[in-house]
Nanobody
Framework: QVQLVESGGGLVQAGGSLRLSCAAS????????IGWFRQAPGKEREFVAR????????SYADSVKGRFTISRDNAKNTAYLQMSSLKPEDTTNYYC?????????????????WGQGTQVTVTS
């Protein structure tokens, strides 16, 4: 069974840091680009960051550029989202997703595998 599992969410003060992990099982994660998305209640899921299968190409939403870093360790079948300088507006559920196609996309429609999400809460 192919599965993505996020972890690392929690409660942090504004200005603090968290590292989210996305562990894959049942598949070879290097075959997929990994994206991170977030979704607040009542809002659409929005793109946060993406990393290519080999890790050589990354992209970020403007709202997180310079504060978040996406990375991956294919030997561990895991991708990461290092979040720094967190703001209260970063509070929401974060999801990782896998995309088998190499063409960059920030659209949720292109990603065929999704994790269950992890909650991040940033207090002021």
């Amino acid at each position: 069974q192919v599965q993505l599992v996020e972890s690392g969410g929690g409660l942090v003060q504004a200005g603090g840091s968290l590292r989210l992990s996305c562990a894959a099982s049942g598949c070879t994660v290097s075959s997929y680009a990994i994206g991170w998305f977030r979704q607040a209640p009542g809002k659409e899921r929005e793109f946060v960051a993406r990393i290519s299968g080999g890790g050589g190409a990354t992209s970020y939403a403007d709202s997180v550029k310079g504060r978040f870093t996406i990375s991956r360790d294919n030997a561990k079948n895991t991708a990461y989202l290092q979040m720094s300088s967190l703001k209260p507006e970063d509070t929401t559920n974060y999801y990782c997703a896998a995309d088998a196609r190499p063409v960059y996309s920030a659209s949720t429609k292109q990603y065929e595998l999704w994790g269950q999400g992890t909650q991040v809460t940033v207090t002021s």
